[in-house]
């Protein structure tokens, strides 16, 4: 078992920065992909950003490429995700995941709240 603990979250004006940070332990995770995924009220949770398992190669949905960063620490056993230049459209609560094991992390762009491991997400909210 993998437990998740994901921190920074807050509010932040337009045009700000956050950076999340996800807290694993149980297990390390230098043989998962991982990845962030958000849920806006009322929305299904998407993807935002994964990375593979030696924290390279990252992918990004569109609408965060140039602007949010993804980094995986795995003496740290953390994940993290840099957002630079938030809109109103990035409120959510943000939730890292670990999923499949080595390769590649396409497979995370699809990844089920029912499948791999979760975290119990944190509050972003983008307002003036």
């Known amino acids: 078992q993998v437990q998740l603990v994901e921190s920074g979250g807050g509010l932040v004006q337009p045009g700000g920065s956050l950076r999340l940070s996800c807290a694993a332990s149980?297990?390390?995770?230098?043989?998962?992909?991982m990845g962030w995924f958000r849920q806006a009220p009322g929305k299904e949770r998407d993807f935002v950003a994964a990375?593979?398992?030696?924290?390279?190669?990252?992918i990004y949905v569109d609408s965060v490429k140039g602007r949010f960063t993804i980094s995986k620490d795995n003496a740290g056993n953390t994940l993290n995700l840099q957002m630079n230049s938030l809109n109103s459209e990035d409120t959510a609560v943000y939730y890292c995941?670990?999923?499949?094991?080595?390769?590649?992390?396409?497979?995370?762009?699809?990844?089920?709240?029912?499948?791999?491991?979760w975290g119990q997400g944190t509050q972003v909210t983008v307002s003036s």
């Open positions: 995941a670990a999923g499949t094991r080595f390769g590649t992390a396409q497979a995370m762009t699809v990844l089920r709240p029912t499948q791999g491991f």
């Open positions: 149980g297990r390390t995770i230098s043989t998962y992909n």
């Open positions: 990375i593979n398992w030696s924290g390279g190669a990252p």
